[in-house]
């Protein structure tokens, strides 16, 4: 059984940073792809960034192209969301999500994802 398990969220003042993170367990082979989503209160869901853990490759939406960072750590199954220079737009629920299957078409919306965390909340406060 898959498990994302993410943490690091926090309350922060505009202009800070934090640094997510999402453990990932229960599956014996690597990811295809995993990603950072974000929802925020009567807002749909929206992809912030993702990468392709067999390459490297990473995807980030307009809105925090320069500002969040996406990781990894293939030896701790665990992938990083580190996010500089916050602004209180960026405030919601923050969920990791991971994918094994083969996928045509952007990695940065949530059907390209089958297992999802139960979410870290950051508050980004002006």
């Known amino acids: 059984q898959v498990q994302l398990v993410e943490s690091g969220g926090g309350s922060v003042q505009a202009g800070g940073s934090v640094r997510l993170s999402c453990a990932a367990a229960?599956?014996?082979?690597?990811?295809?792809?995993m990603g950072w989503f974000r929802q925020a209160p009567g807002k749909e869901r929206e992809g912030v960034a993702a990468i392709y853990t067999g390459v490297g490759e990473t995807y980030y939406a307009d809105s925090v192209k320069g500002r969040f960072t996406i990781s990894q750590d293939k030896a701790k199954n665990t992938v990083y969301l580190q996010m500089n220079s916050l602004k209180p737009e960026d405030t919601a629920m923050y969920y990791c999500?991971?994918?094994?299957?083969?996928?045509?078409?952007?990695?940065?919306?949530?059907?390209?994802?089958?297992?999802w965390g139960q979410g870290t909340q950051v508050t980004v406060s002006s």
């Open positions: 229960g599956y014996p082979f690597s990811s295809d792809r």
């Open positions: 999500a991971a994918a094994f299957d083969r996928y045509w078409g952007s990695i940065l919306v949530a059907p390209a994802y089958n297992y």
